[in-house]
């Protein structure tokens, strides 16, 4: 379920992707929401490009830590690569 930041309080959030389109974003948020996962999507900015890289908006989400590892191996199970790997 997709959640306002203060529902996590003061809690640090992980960050497990970043969309770089609107498509993407919305099938990963069908995919979480379907099992039961809580998260935050922002907006920010990424740099973005080989040849002429620029700076780009993309939707960022983040979950609990205690639910990272259940969240990325969803995440691969749907085709999705995980932030940092």
């Known amino acids: 379920m997709r959640r306002d930041p203060e529902f996590f309080r003061d809690a640090e959030l992980t960050l497990v992707y970043i969309a770089k389109r609107l498509k993407e974003a919305l099938r990963l948020e ?29 939707a960022f989400f983040y979950i609990a830590p205690a639910t990272e590892a259940a969240v990325r191996d969803l995440m691969r199970d749907n085709r999705f690569r995980p932030a940092g790997e």
Do not use: K
């Open 30 to 58: 069908e995919v979480l929401t379907g099992a039961g996962h809580e998260y935050v999507v922002e907006t920010d900015t990424y740099r973005g490009g080989m040849i002429f890289v620029s700076e780009r908006v993309g």
